[in-house]
């Protein structure tokens, strides 16, 4: 067992770049393209954590071609049920080229055809003709470039660390404390700026896309530092199915039969799977003899959940703290996701302001002194489930977490009868069994602190559906199966207030309205 | 059913510990004695394949069997 008399590694930084994937990258590259010292923190491998490798291709569209531009910006607001935020919507996609060539230039191939120009993943539609570029090697190309442009530039890596809270003083955050997986010894970052891209979270669904390092730590470490989170309420169906006779499926798209011999309408990222499932007709079908059933990610839309972003420079309202890629609520798309392609672009866009703006934020700063007192309250926080000599293992709970998340009625085909039981019962494990669980070796430590990191997320997923009384792109209601435009053109935004998760909506712009005197139809085209 | 990592052949693997470094959710550890990799947690397992694909000898089987408790959102 390792010694849990641990020792302190401290590191003292300009800028601290949390995560490990393309956001990641982004910020820390062009941060220390200004000149500033920056330090790199994966609780994985650079390159091989989180969402980035599993990308196919980025969105790019070159600046010249401003109706596409307009198009796509438009696409994104009538697909995403007018919850998209058409401000960063377009921001992102303008400099999508710019970053689609930072790409290039950083060594990441791109597939081209016999006459050289670039093309679409094989997985795209004709929609996506002139926009969506593909991974030469396909997914699993990131995990190969990725980290070579940061190496080159001097940013200092720090793999297999794993940040757990970050250090606030005066207001203002002030670095972060880590934890290692070969002893209790813990890392104290002390950085005049912090850039959280730790990606969002499912509850490490087993079968299905791999989200096993996904635990929305970066959403929680910034909720608790007084940011402010959004979309919660909304689900990711990049369906993940699995095959019955061994396997998993990640393909999204795919004709498909009920139990009763029917095909299924619209199968892809939506609720008709769960709707079969619910009424009766499931398993579902695909040829013969693929028998598939449903896996719940758990995550929310792509680019569309986690820490709002309080201006263009991804500063988040905490000084000292920027987010970038899926930790940054850029809302880009809204309800729903309708643009292939852009969670890769938006990651690289946000990366590259928020680690443009941190660097500029951490030259006018001096590394404050920590007040040793109140950190040495936080180190105990961190490190208090291996001193524990009993208590609720984190796997025993991270299991009862994902039963209670799992089935499809609970976060995909929702009502209150459900869902606010289910939120007694994760109010429950967030009193009850987190201060209670306990590690017993530093893999454990981890263990612990994704657990309680996947905890709050569900108390906040399970509040922001319990809110939003109405259904809107993928979040479903059967108490409350319409629209409703009067109540629900607004964020639902959470915030820590004297301790307590407080939900409260943010009215969307009146110059993003839909027109409201137009048909229900064709305000929403999409609607069956 | 599922995909899981299911053995690393000690004859094959030559201790260069790459497959360590490389699992996102920390499953594979070095034996100290053997100075060999071994499959220390397997619960842990997100199915993504990166140890065997990263594999220099070809010496990690990733498996069709069950070997991770699978939950579905309905079945």
């Known amino acids: ?46 390159g091989r954590s989180g969402m980035s490798p599993w990308a196919h291709g980025t969105m790019a569209v070159p600046p010249e071609k401003k109706d596409k531009i307009r198009e796509l910006a438009d696409q994104a607001h009538v697909g995403g049920e007018y919850l998209n935020n058409c401000t960063w919507t377009e921001r992102v996609i303008r400099e999508s080229y710019a970053r689609f060539q930072d790409m290039l230039a950083w060594g990441q191939p791109f597939l081209k055809d016999e006459k050289g120009d670039y093309i ?58 880590g934890i290692t997986r070969n002893s209790f010894d813990l890392y104290v970052i002390r950085a005049k700026a912090t850039v959280m891209c730790a990606g969002s979270g499912g509850f490490k669904p087993v079968g299905g896309w791999p989200l096993g390092d996904l635990t929305s730590d970066g959403h929680v470490m910034a909720y608790r530092a007084g940011a402010e989170i959004t979309g919660k309420e909304f689900e990711d169906f990049h369906n993940g199915m699995v095959r019955r006779q061994g396997g998993i499926w990640l393909s999204n798209i795919l004709p498909m039969t009920n139990a009763e011999g029917d095909s299924v309408p619209g199968f892809g990222f939506g609720l008709s799977a769960d709707i079969e499932a619910h009424e009766g007709r499931a398993p579902l079908y695909r040829g013969e003899d693929e028998v598939f059933s449903g896996v719940a990610l758990g995550l929310s839309v792509h680019t569309a959940e986690g820490v709002w972003p309080v201006d263009e420079d991804c500063s988040t309202g905490v000084s000292g703290l920027y987010v970038a890629g899926d930790s940054c609520a850029t809302m880009i798309v809204g309800a729903a996701y309708s643009m292939g392609g852009s969670g890769s672009c938006n990651a690289s866009v946000t990366g590259a302001r928020a680690g443009l703006a941190a660097a500029g934020y951490s030259r006018q700063k001096v590394l404050p002194s920590i007040n040793w007192e109140e950190f040495s309250e936080l180190k105990d926080s961190v490190i208090m489930p291996a001193r524990r000599k009993g208590g609720f293992s984190p796997n025993w709970v991270t299991q009862l977490l994902k039963n209670a998340m799992m089935p499809y009625y609970i976060l995909r085909i929702k009502h209150a009868d459900r869902l606010q039981p289910t939120l007694a019962f994760v109010e429950f494990m967030r009193d009850h069994l987190c201060p209670r669980l306990f590690a017993r070796d530093p893999h454990e430590l981890r263990l612990v602190h994704e657990t309680k990191n996947m905890i709050i997320n569900a108390e906040m997923k399970m509040r922001a559906s319990l809110f939003r009384t109405e259904s809107r792109g993928t979040h479903y209601r059967e108490d409350y199966p319409l629209r409703s435009d009067p109540d629900w053109l607004a964020w639902v935004m959470i915030r820590q207030v004297n301790g307590k998760m407080t939900v409260y909506k943010k009215p969307i712009p009146q110059e993003w309205r839909p027109d409201l005197t137009a048909p229900y139809e064709e305000r929403y085209p999409a609607a069956v | 059913m599922t995909l899981t990592i299911e053995r690393i052949d000690a004859e094959l693997c030559i201790g260069c510990g790459i497959c360590v470094e490389s699992c996102p959710t920390d499953v594979i550890r070095m034996d100290d004695k053997t100075k060999k990799a071994v499959i220390k947690y397997p619960e842990d397992c997100q199915l993504c394949g990166f140890c065997a694909i990263d594999c220099p000898q070809g010496a990690i089987y990733i498996s069709p069997e069950k070997r991770t408790p699978l939950l579905t959102s309905w079945g």
């Open chain 1, 1 to 46: 067992m390792a010694d849990k008399n641990n020792q302190e590694i401290v590191i003292e930084t300009d800028v601290l770049v949390i995560g490990g994937g393309i956001a990641a990258c982004f910020a820390a590259v062009k941060a220390r393209e200004q000149g500033v010292d920056v330090t790199l923190v994966s609780k994985g491998v650079i």
């Open chain 1, 120 to 177: 679409k993943p094989m997985s795209g539609n004709q929609e996506q003709e002139g926009r969506l570029w593909a991974l030469e090697d396909g997914p699993g190309s990131w995990a190969k470039s990725l980290r070579n442009q940061p190496v080159k530039m001097g940013v200092r890596i720090l793999e297999k660390v794993m940040i757990v809270d970050l250090i606030k003083q005066d207001g203002a955050v002030v670095g972060a404390v």
